[in-house]
């Protein structure tokens, strides 16, 4: 675990003689992965911070299993400031949540809520069976509940995609691939010619 440590806040002598810098830090987790007491290695997930804490879902391990669960890590952590460590814990939320995912879409709303959508297990054929990537899902960061919204009018699920907030009461969905529509094959010489339907772009 790392972070992005800013300066401090500069002074107006210090934005005339010296630019803002930053610096990327080791974050001391300390804990061990098989006992359940910190998350392993995983890609693809986002993470958003909340009060005290860095609240992560899903993302997809190294040996390519996705996951559904909720980490929470405690910023404000333990000991002196040169060697302070922080501590993972796993989050039990109510409610039926979003099932393992890579790649998802999610952005933090007004009212403490984390919305959710979209979002794949890296397949490349279309699910033989409904899915729940159509679902947006809304975490209660609070309260520590799921609920959700199922709308089958909305858009298509999509891998890798922008979602944003609009004010209190809209979210914009930008771009995304769509890797189950490029066969069983995966990215090969036959499907690269018809990329287009596989990968939407930001502008349509």
Do not use: K
Not at 35 to 54: I, M, T, W, Y
Not at 98 to 105: I, K
Not at 123 to 128: G, P
């Amino acid at each position: 675990t790392s972070r992005l440590q800013l300066s401090d806040e500069p002074t107006e002598h210090d934005v005339i003689e010296r630019p803002p810098s930053a610096q990327w830090q080791v974050v001391e987790t300390p804990g061990i992965v098989e006992a359940g007491q910190r998350p392993s290695e995983r890609q693809g997930l986002h993470g958003v911070v909340f009060c005290d804490e860095f609240i992560i879902f899903g993302g997809r391990g190294t040996n390519g299993q996705c996951f559904d669960e909720v980490w929470s890590l405690d910023l404000v952590g333990e000991g002196p400031p040169s060697a302070r460590r922080h501590q993972w814990r796993p989050l039990v939320c109510e409610g039926q949540g979003p099932s393992p995912r890579v790649w998802y879409a999610a952005c933090h709303a007004m009212h403490g809520q984390w919305f959710i959508y979209g979002g794949t297990t890296w397949q490349f054929e279309d699910l033989a069976e409904p899915h729940d990537y159509l679902t947006l899902y809304i975490l209660d960061l609070a309260e520590r509940r799921w609920s959700s919204v199922e709308n089958r009018l909305g858009p298509p699920p999509s891998v890798g995609p922008c979602l944003v907030p609009l004010g209190s009461w809209q979210l914009l969905l930008l771009g995304g691939t769509m890797p189950h529509r490029i066969g069983a094959n995966g990215i090969n010489i036959t499907s690269l010619p018809t990329w287009q339907n596989w990968y939407a772009r930001l502008d349509r």
